[in-house]
T-cell receptor, first 113, second 113 residues
Framework: NAGVTQTPKFRVLKTGQSMTLLCAQD?????MYWYRQDPGMGLRLIHY???????AKGEVPDGYNVSRLKKQNFLLGLESAAPSQTSVYFC????????????FGPGTRLLVL | GENVEQHPSTLSVQEGDSAVIKCTYS??????FPWYKQELGKGPQLIID?????GEKKDQRIAVTLNKTAKHFSLHITETQPEDSAVYFC????????????FGAGTTVTVRA
């Protein structure tokens, strides 16, 4: 049971380039979340999904898109990367309605030059 | 939306002493309060949580207290050990809001040997 995994672990992008971050979970969780972590600001929710085929905006969605085509995967896309998107990105998942606990992946460190 | 404030931002304690981290929240509807520990280069890991119908919860050397009237909750670590050194985050969420987590900014705890 790998839990929540994230790919890649680290990436350097140039301004304007695009990329996709992959989150995968093998716990059959319904809910999945994407957060970004910046120094002194804790974690902020970007987008989330309440089930396969669904997505919703979080606190800081601008500049990002997401897709949940399969229950176990949640993709975060940056269409045109900006230096302000330099951050550490964490994915999390949760079982469902009655279970609150979110389990986090190891993170993806992204540097946009 | 929910606003969570966390204090202090850094905390240095002597091994064997106690550490206390305090958080306040703004949304009186919040009913789930987890605490996460993040070690360097890793994702946040849940260490303890408390629900709004409970005033205190303890798990070995870790305890959390909740004061709904004052809208604040605290993490207490007793008999601190070097492996307790990490960044700790509090969070708050509401069941009716898909349990989206709003995080505090984090507390860096250093345990001096």
């Amino acid at each position: 049971n790998a839990g929540v995994t994230q790919t890649p672990k680290f990436r350097v992008l140039k301004t304007g380039q695009s990329m996709t971050l992959l989150c995968a979970q093998d716990m059959n969780h319904e809910y999945m979340y994407w957060y970004r972590q910046d120094p002194g600001m804790g974690l902020r929710l970007i987008h989330y999904s309440v089930g396969e085929g669904t997505t919703a905006k979080g606190e800081v969605p601008d500049g990002y898109n997401v897709s949940r085509l399969k229950k176990q995967n949640f993709l975060l896309g940056l269409e045109s990367a900006a230096p302000s998107q330099t951050s550490v990105y964490f994915c999390a998942s949760r079982w469902g309605l009655a279970v609150e606990t979110q389990y986090f992946g190891p993170g993806t460190r992204l540097l946009v030059l | 939306g929910e606003n969570v404030e966390q204090h202090p931002s850094t905390l240095s304690v002597q091994e064997g002493d106690s550490a206390v981290i305090k958080c306040t929240y703004s949304d009186s509807a919040s009913n789930y309060f987890p605490w996460y520990k993040q070690e360097l280069g890793k994702g946040p890991q849940l260490i303890i949580d408390i629900r709004s119908n409970v005033g205190e919860k303890k798990d070995q050397r870790i305890a959390v207290t909740l004061n709904k009237t004052a809208k604040h909750f605290s993490l207490h670590i007793t008999e601190t050990q070097p492996e307790d050194s990490a960044v700790y985050f509090c969070a708050a969420s509401v069941r009716t809001n898909d349990y989206k987590l709003s995080f505090g900014a984090g507390t860096t705890v250093t345990v001096r040997a």
